[in-house]
């Protein structure tokens, strides 16, 4: 029994429940979530928004310029008057009234003919003017204006440029002493069918004497 005393008791082993291992439980994660740090990344990558960056700088930059010009344009122009020209346009030369006289009629009595014929014309009546022998001698202008003188001539007949300007060389030779075409004599003109005209120093012819003539075209 000391025996039994002495010993010491045995400790009992406790006993142990073993545990059921528990279950995992999964569950589905959508794919996006893990995904969210690459995204939250990517978000902050610089390279991705320096374009847009860069986009904001250059619409800063040009947008206020623009806003300038706008405001330029709207700024009302000052009108600047005009000064009149002080300049005076140089006086029209004056109607030469012989040469006008001459230019009308070259112009109705030789209508459709040649510059020479014309020339020839009027130096008939230059000649008459200063002719007292035949009845004749009075002014040009008079002598233009004879009535029954002239076959055709109208005064009212519009008279071009170009034939005043050479009734003006006309009146120049005769001013000048310079050389006729006709000689002074020649005082009677007869227009021809072909365009021509016969100039002669009689009306009629006297006795068996044939008068002088020439032609021009």
Do not use: C
């Not at 059921?20 to 794919?31: G, Y």
């Not at 020339?119 to 002719?131: C, F, G, H, Y």
């Amino acid at each position: 029994m000391d025996q039994l005393q002495n010993e010491e008791p045995q400790a009992i082993p406790e006993r142990r429940t073993r545990r059921k291992p528990t279950a995992k439980v999964r569950i589905h994660v959508p794919e996006f979530l893990t995904r969210i740090g690459e995204d939250v990344r990517w978000y902050y990558d610089v390279r991705l928004w320096s374009p847009l960056i860069l986009l904001l700088l250059i619409l800063a930059l040009v947008l206020p310029g623009r806003g300038k010009k706008q405001e330029a344009q709207e700024i009302p122009v000052e009108t600047v008057e005009v000064q009149p020209s002080t300049e005076t346009t140089p006086p029209t030369e004056p109607v030469i009234p012989e040469a006008e006289a001459l230019a009308r009629l070259a112009d109705s009595v030789g209508a459709g003919r040649s510059d020479n014929v014309k020339t020839i014309i009027m130096w008939v009546a230059v000649n008459r003017s200063e002719d007292r022998a035949n009845g004749y001698g009075q002014s040009l202008l008079e002598e233009i204006a004879r009535p029954n003188q002239w076959q055709g001539y109208d005064e009212n007949t519009v008279y071009s440029a170009s034939t005043y300007e050479i009734a003006k060389e006309v009146l120049e030779t005769v001013e000048n002493g310079g050389l006729r075409p006709l000689d002074n004599d020649m005082l009677w003109l007869v227009l021809n069918d072909d365009g021509s005209v016969t100039i002669r120093d009689q009306f009629t012819a006297k006795g068996n004497q044939k008068w002088n003539e020439k032609t021009v075209k």
